[in-house]
């Protein structure tokens, strides 16, 4: 099981920190709701984009492994949500016309757009996200594995593409 996300009856456990129910029972305010929203977000546009490429170029690496990351992260956050009660969203992103359209014309490029969407990722947890929910070390924890994995593991693996 990857360690980012996983379910047990009446939680989540990512990042090796387990999260019960009664734990999270309370309501999270407005700003750390965003944040989780926030993150979902750039999860699900990662996961359209690279899905976008995909169907553009075949399943090529490093797509077909991040896409598949990308997802565990999006569950991640779900979980997190679901949680603390909160309502998550569809990924309207997949498949949609705006995002393909966003596919350049060529892998190498592909994979230069992948090497800044993790740049920016990163840029947007340690900027943003995590600061947001400091309060909160269950969720802290999950969004520093997520951003770990894209900065450890995405983004390497688009340089090399890149690089090719």
């Known amino acids: 099981m990857?360690?980012?996300?996983?379910?047990?009856?009446?939680?989540?456990?990512?990042?090796g920190i387990g999260v019960s129910g009664a734990t999270a029972a309370t309501t999270l305010p407005e700003s750390v709701q965003a944040a989780l929203?926030?993150?979902?977000?750039?999860?699900?546009?990662?996961?359209?984009?690279?899905?976008?490429?995909?169907t553009a170029y075949g399943p090529v690496r490093p797509f077909v492994n991040i896409i598949a990351a990308e997802q565990q992260h999006a569950d991640a956050i779900i979980n997190l949500m679901a949680v603390y009660g909160m309502a998550v969203p569809e990924n309207t992103m997949?498949?949609?016309?705006?995002?393909?359209?966003?596919?350049?014309?060529?892998?190498?490029?592909?994979?230069?757009?992948?090497v800044e969407a993790e740049l920016e990722n990163r840029s947007l947890y340690d900027g943003e996200l995590i600061p947001a929910v400091s309060a909160y070390p269950d969720i802290?924890?999950?969004?520093e594995a997520l951003?770990?994995?894209?900065?450890n593991n995405h983004l390497p693996a688009f340089v090399r593409c890149a690089g090719r």
């Not at 990857?2 to 990042?15: D, E, K, S, T």
């Open 2 to 15: 990857n360690i980012l996300a996983g379910v047990f009856a009446g939680g989540v456990i990512a990042a």
């Open 94 to 114: 997949l498949g949609s016309e705006a995002v393909a359209a966003a596919v350049p014309g060529s892998l190498a490029e592909a994979c230069s757009i992948g």
């Open 140 to 143: 802290v924890n999950i969004m």
């Open 37 to 54: 929203t926030r993150s979902l977000e750039d999860e699900y546009h990662a996961a359209a984009f690279y899905d976008a490429v995909i």
């Open 147 to 151: 951003r770990d994995a894209s900065e």
